[in-house]
Each structure stands twice: as structure tokens, then as C-alpha cells.
């Protein structure tokens, strides 16, 4: 079953407008993390963001905040200010545990496009 | 510090062959992971291990099989390789207890069987 889903393949933004990347997710742990990681063209993970299910408070860091809406689960990334350097993957996961220990999966990825 | 380190870069394998790919990390992490993503898609979860001398399937197990040698290496076998696996493979650490666990990818392994 589809546990992380993104149901934006592709998105486009302009520079310096804010932009929403949508992440719903499906677990019955109650102790689970979400993240948000980018993905450029180069290839390589890079951690943006985490937000964990404990917390009361959305996650912020710099220009990326989590929408964390536990009840409806989900965990959307907003990226205020875009630039072009933001156009990339954007992948969300989560982290949840289970007789294995902690595991991390993730959604298909939304492609994101900061047009000048 | 060199985070997590994965080898060979690339390979390409003729279908039946076999290969293992290696993974280390230097940062005492306890949890390993091994990731695949094909094309224009996502990270799919091949095994994971939460800690030394235990491994777990995940996602996309089959024709693949795992080894945590010890708390820094983790390696991938492919036993006989398939065009379907063909992908980017990449490994990843991270340590649970810190909260905020993120995980530490390695560059990536492109494998490509012919």
C-alpha cells in the first residue's frame, strides 16, 4: 500500500514567488518522522527539512517550512522566495518504526521548475 | 569526514552475472540502508539494517541480498543480475536515537545490466 504520496509530478513556479509541495502520508505508528530531501540534477540527497510527530510547532529552516496537519495527514513543503537554484526533485519520506527497527521510505517526487 | 562512501561509481553487468556493491560510513551510525531509484521516479527501500547483526527486508526485496559485515559496512548482492535492475543505487545511514534522524546518502552506484 502506498504509504507517501505526492501527487504533483511536476511544478512550476516563478523566481521569487512561494511555491507548496504537496506530501500526504498513511501510518497507524504513532511515533513516526516526516522529512523533505532535494534532489538536483547532479544527482545527490540533500536534507532540507524534518518534522517529527511529536512536535506542536511546524518546522522551519531558512526559506523551507513543513505544513504539518497531523489530522489529515500531511507534511507539505513550502518554499518561500524561490530561486533558481530550487529547481529540482523534491522527494518527501517518512520515518517510522516497526519489529525491524526505524525505516525510511519515500514518495515518487514532485519536479520542481523556477522560471526566471 | 568522509560520510558515507559507496563503490564502484558504475557497472555494467551482463544479466546472470553476479556483483556486490560496498558501503561504509564513519560516522557510528547504527541504522543502513540500500535504495534503488529508477528513472524519473522515487527511492525505493531494497533492505535496511536497524543495527549491527540484523537486517530487514523492505520494498523491493527480492534478487537482492544484504550484509551488515559490521556497524560501518552494509553491502548489496546481486546473485544474478536482470535488466530490471537496472537503476541508480544508493546507500544511506542515519542514527535513530538522535531524533531528528536524517539520513546521509552516499553518491550513488549506476548500474546498468545488459
Known amino acids: 500500500a502506498q504509504k507517501i504520496t505526492q501527487t504533483q509530478p511536476g511544478m512550476f513556479v516563478q523566481e521569487k514567488e512561494a511555491v507548496t509541495l504537496d506530501c500526504t502520508y498513511d501510518?497507524?505508528?504513532?511515533?513516526?518522522?516526516l522529512f523533505w530531501y532535494k534532489q538536483p540534477s547532479s544527482g545527490e540527497m540533500i536534507f532540507l527539512i524534518y518534522?517529527?510527530?511529536?512536535?506542536?510547532q511546524n518546522a522551519t529552516e531558512g526559506r523551507y517550512s513543513l505544513n504539518f496537519q497531523k489530522a489529515r495527514k500531511s507534511a507539505n513543503l513550502v518554499i518561500s522566495a524561490s530561486q533558481l537554484g530550487d529547481s529540482a526533485m523534491y522527494f518527501c519520506a517518512m520515518r517510522e518504526g516497526g519489529t525491524g527497527g526505524f525505516k525510511t521510505i519515500f514518495g515518487a517526487g514532485t519536479r520542481l521548475f523556477v522560471k526566471a | 569526514n568522509a560520510g558515507v562512501t559507496q563503490t564502484p561509481k558504475f557497472q555494467v553487468l551482463k544479466t546472470g552475472q553476479s556483483m556486490t556493491l560496498q558501503c561504509a560510513q564513519d560516522?557510528?551510525?547504527?541504522?543502513m540502508y540500500w535504495y534503488r531509484q529508477d528513472p524519473g521516479m522515487g527511492l525505493r527501500l531494497i533492505y535496511y539494517s536497524a543495527s549491527e547483526g540484523t537486517t530487514d527486508k523492505g520494498e523491493v526485496p527480492n534478487g537482492y541480498n544484504v550484509s551488515r559485515l559490521n556497524k560501518r559496512e552494509f553491502s548489496l548482492r546481486l546473485e544474478s543480475a536482470a535488466p530490471s535492475q537496472t537503476s541508480v543505487y544508493f546507500c544511506?545511514?542515519?542514527?535513530?536515537?538522535?531524533?531528528?534522524?536524517?539520513?546521509?546518502f552516499g553518491s550513488g552506484t549506476q548500474l546498468s545490466v545488459l
Open positions: 501510518t497507524s505508528d504513532p511515533s513516526y518522522g
Open positions: 560516522m557510528n551510525h547504527n541504522s
Open positions: 544511506a545511514s542515519s542514527e535513530p536515537r538522535t531524533g531528528a534522524e536524517k539520513l546521509f
Open positions: 518534522q517529527g510527530s511529536y512536535d506542536q
